[in-house]
């Protein structure tokens, strides 16, 4: 089963609007939450992460709310720019351990 | 610092053949993990090691998945036999131990099985 779940599938927005990605989650036990990055033919990479204890935690115009009461959190990109354009992955992990589970991914599309 | 690389960067299969796929993780790094990545499921993990110890083998994939740690700094993923479904990118990502820590990915082997 899908323990890390994310929506949309794939989202297009405007140079400088706002991209909202969703992400929830199952288990209980998850404390830590990384977004990756990837672009067409890389690896993904560590974008922005957020502890459990923490509702947000912001990192110039990227932004992860955090609701542990509901399992969802959510990445706000302001000020949407070309090369944001890329796969977003939520994750998670729990009890300081390394290994990750991902969602399917959100494709992110800003046209100029 | 060399990040993570992999070999080689695509692949082409015939059904029922083997193939290996290597990595070598980021000097210093402890921790391996070996992830499939498809349009549908996303990134799914077939394997982690901490210090060459297997410590978890994904479940679905232990049929004819096999991963291994010869030394600290080379890992291999050996498909066989290879069916059509197995065709995806296949990431391997290395991290240090102990909390949590970013996992630094490869850019992956694109595996087309025909």
């Known amino acids: 089963q899908q323990q890390v779940r994310q929506s949309p599938q794939s989202l297009t927005v405007w140079e400088g609007e706002t991209a909202i990605l969703n992400c929830s989650y199952e288990?209980?036990?998850?404390?830590?939450f990384p977004w990756y990055q990837q672009f067409p033919g890389e690896g993904p990479a560590l974008l922005i992460a957020?502890?459990?204890?923490?509702d947000k935690k912001e990192d110039g115009r990227f932004t992860i709310f955090f609701n542990k009461r509901e399992k969802k959190l959510s990445l706000h990109i302001t000020d949407s720019q070309p090369g944001d354009s890329a796969t977003y992955f939520c994750?998670?992990?729990?009890?300081?351990?390394?290994?990750?589970?991902f969602g399917q991914g959100t494709v992110l599309s800003v046209i100029p | 610092d060399a990040g993570v690389t992999q070999t080689p960067r695509h692949e082409v299969a015939e059904k029922g053949q083997t193939i290996i796929l290597k990595c070598e993780p980021v000097?210093?790094?402890?921790?391996l993990f070996w992830y499939r990545q498809t349009k549908i499921q996303g990134l799914e993990l077939l394997s982690y090691?901490?210090?060459?110890?297997?410590?978890?083998d994904g479940g679905a994939f232990k049929d004819r998945f096999k991963a291994e740690m010869l030394n600290s700094s080379f890992s291999t993923l050996k498909i066989q036999p290879t069916e059509p479904k197995d065709s995806a990118v296949y990431l391997c990502?290395?991290?240090?131990?102990?909390?949590?820590?970013?996992?630094?990915f490869g850019a992956g082997t694109r595996l087309s099985v025909l």
């Open positions: 990502a290395s991290s240090l131990a102990h909390g949590e820590n970013t996992l630094y």
């Open positions: 288990n209980s036990a998850f404390d830590y």
């Open positions: 957020i502890r459990s204890v923490s």
């Open positions: 994750a998670a992990s729990d009890g300081g351990n390394n290994k990750l589970t």
């Open positions: 000097s210093g790094h402890n921790d």
């Open positions: 090691f901490r210090s060459k110890s297997l410590m978890e």
